[in-house]
Each structure stands twice: as C-alpha cells, then as structure tokens.
C-alpha cells in the first residue's frame, strides 16, 4: 500500500507539498477550510531560479513564470530616476502560480469548506479531525494552513504571531489603467522609494485572462509600508460597519476616509508615478505586518511547512520559494520506509534557514517599526534597499 499524507491547507504551501508527495508515490489528499475558491487579491510574488525549479519539478511546467523587470530604480519626487542597481528579476502573481499548481491535482483529492479542528497520534497514524465530526487517518499530516494556523500547536505551543509595528497598504492596476508616461516607468522596473519612516515597492506582474505577460495586459503591484502603533492599527481596522477587527480587515469594510487620507498622503510624499498608481487603485488593501517564528516544525507523524512554521515580513520576498523548499526537502526525506528517523534531519535544517530568513526580514524593516515621532531613526540608503529587497538566498550567501 502507498504511504498517506493529509495536508490541511489547500494554498500554495499545500499544492507544493501535494506535488512534491505525489511524485514520490505517496496518495495525498489537501484540505482546505474557505468553502470556495482561494484567491491572492493580486498579491505579486518575487521569483529565483530555484522557485522556477521548484514549479518545474511539481508541475513539469517550464514556461516563464511572470514578467521581467529588467532592473531596480528609486525616484526622486519629480519621477526621474535617482538610484538603480541592475538585478533583473521575474514577478509573477499569486493567482497564477496558484493556478498551475491547482492544475495538477486532481479534483478529488482537494476538499473546500473541510475544516481540520485537530489532531491525535495513535498507534503508528495520525488522525485528523474535521468540524463535520469526519476523522482521516493517514502516515503523516502536514500543517500548511498559514501564520494564523491554530494546529500549530500539536507542534509548538510557543509560536504565535508578533506585530511588526506597521502595516502594508497594497493594490493592483491594471496596465492599459495607467498614462503612457506613468507607464513607462512603471512598467519596465522594480521601484522603491523612501518618504521618511515608510517605504514603497512597485513592480510589475502578469495580468489575467490572455496573454497575461503581454506589455499592456500586466498589472502593476504596489506596497506601501507605513508605520501603525496599536492604536493606530486599531483605527485603520476599525469597520465601515463599526465592527473592531484584529488582524485584518475585509476590503469592503475599509473605511472611506483613511482611503481618501491615503491618496491625499501620496500626493504629498510620492513621485508622479507612484502616485497616479495608488490613486488608480479603487480599493486599496491594508495588510498588519506580522511575523512567526518556530522552535519546533516536527511532533511524530505532524510537520509544519511554509507560514504555519516560519512567517518572514515582506521585505526579502522568500515566503513562495521557503515553502516550496520546505516541500520538495520534506519529500527526499519520504522516500524510504525509515523516513520518521530522517525528520528530524530535515526539521534541523529547516529551522535554521527559517530562522535566518525572518531575522533578516526585520532588520531589513526594523526603521518602519519605529513611530514618526521619533526623530533618531537612521533612514538605511536607498541603494542598500535596492540591494537587499527580495533576492536569492544564493545572492545573500554568495
């Protein structure tokens, strides 16, 4: 009989394992709690080689994965450009890689609106078990539901999620939405400027429907990073419909006035092109930053992978590739019947480059974190920035 996996989260991090686990002659089934269709907002996603990899090895999929940005830019406030460092790069959007991930699984072993509300080891399996009073037991369960994942803890009590102090304002535009000046840049380079204490990125990212790579059917992707005390983030999360959210906020429960702030903030502190971007986009998002780190990634027959394990700030855009690397490492170590003595092999290897990537994601953010009161933080260089944002672990090794 083949060896059975559970994977209790249908996003990317559980695709890959899916991928990775079928490949190795494993029968998976991925359980997914949202009842319908998961989509990214847009989100854009940073790409390396070994992402690139990765994909070809879960999906034999060797086509481009988005669309290039030939090099790094900053701008001064009249848009031309101030600093650029050559580092050609390869954005593609969460959908799409959702997309050709999903593709390659079959429908009948990926379940929606099946929510997992825990687990227990027994004799040689692990059990998990679902709000619809449904138990599947299986040789190993893999927790791949995220930073907000409450079955962590079957792993490690003492991981929880920390606020970074700042929030990230995030949308998508659509090419052919933008002015042909605008759009020039825009379109042709990763941007990052720094108004005092903040931070904003822009990139371009393949579009939807046909020829999604095609110049003027892309989109371009934006966040802003901007300081939010307690309080502060209490009042941005605070909705049209009055209701106090924690961690989050729906888009349609974002509140017209902090939006308007936000357009009126950016044509006060951003180049021309940075600013038509945000106030083109009709419903900006707000994304808490938090970040999450592991003691453990290993209990027995349950693992932790991706953002349930290890939760790294935006800033060094590894969250896709550390996921993926977090699968594909965790199926060559299933591939014998003495795999459980070989997890812990894998579990110390992975806790220590998760541990090296969220350490850098904070001192690469650590000046946003501070309040715009206080006068002594040391604003880094905006080469630095350029350098430092979203590349390889090859590069930062090397």
């Known amino acids: 009989m083949k060896p059975t996996a559970t994977i209790i989260g249908g996003s990317i991090a559980g695709l890959f394992a899916a991928n990775a686990l079928i490949k190795k002659g494993w029968d998976v089934s991925i359980h997914e709690k949202v009842p319908v269709p998961l989509s990214g907002r847009g989100a854009g996603i940073a790409t390396y080689d070994d992402l690139a990899e990765f994909v070809f090895k879960a999906t034999n999929n060797s086509n481009v994965l988005g669309t290039t940005a030939r090099s790094r830019v900053s701008l001064d406030l009249d848009g031309n450009i101030s600093a650029s460092h050559n580092y050609p ?37 692990a059990i998990a078990l679902f709000e619809s009073r449904k138990e599947k037991k ?176 935006p800033h060094v855009g590894m969250g896709v590739t550390k996921a993926a690397k977090d699968a594909f490492t965790l199926s060559e170590h299933l591939d014998h019947n003495k795999y459980l003595e070989s997890l812990n092999d894998w579990e110390s290897s992975r806790l220590i480059e998760g541990k090296f990537i969220v350490n850098r994601s904070r001192m690469l953010g650590k000046y946003l974190s501070n309040y715009k009161e206080d006068k002594t933080i040391e604003m880094p260089d905006v080469i630095n920035v350029l350098k430092d944002t979203a590349i390889s672990l090859n590069d930062i090794i090397n």
């Open 89 to 125: 790069q390869v954005y593609t959007s969460w959908q799409y890689l959702f997309t050709i991930l999903r593709e390659n699984i079959d429908n009948k072993c990926y379940f929606m609106g099946d929510d997992c509300i825990g687990i227990k080891q027994i004799n040689n399996k």
């Open 138 to 313: 299986s040789d190993l369960i893999i927790i791949a539901n995220g930073i907000k994942s409450e079955l962590r803890s079957y792993i490690d009590k003492s991981a929880y999620p920390k606020y970074a102090g700042y929030v990230g304002w995030r949308g998508v535009v659509n090419e052919n939405q933008l002015s042909a000046k605008s759009l020039e840049t825009l379109s042709n380079y990763f941007i990052v400027v720094l108004p005092y204490n903040q931070q904003i990125a822009s990139y371009p990212i393949a579009g939807e429907g046909e020829d999604p790579f095609t110049k003027g059917k892309r989109r371009i992707n934006w966040i802003w990073y901007k300081p939010a005390p307690d309080e502060a983030l209490k009042s941005l999360l605070l909705g049209k419909s009055g209701k106090q959210y924690i961690d989050g906020i729906p888009p349609d429960e974002i509140r017209t006035d902090i939006v308007q702030a936000l357009y009126e903030e950016a044509n006060n502190k951003l180049p021309p092109q940075l600013k038509e971007l945000v106030e083109m986009t009709a419903q900006p998002l707000i994304q808490p930053i938090f970040d999450l780190e592991s003691q453990k990634m290993r209990n027995n027959r349950i693992v932790t992978i991706g953002d349930a394990a290890f939760t790294a700030r």
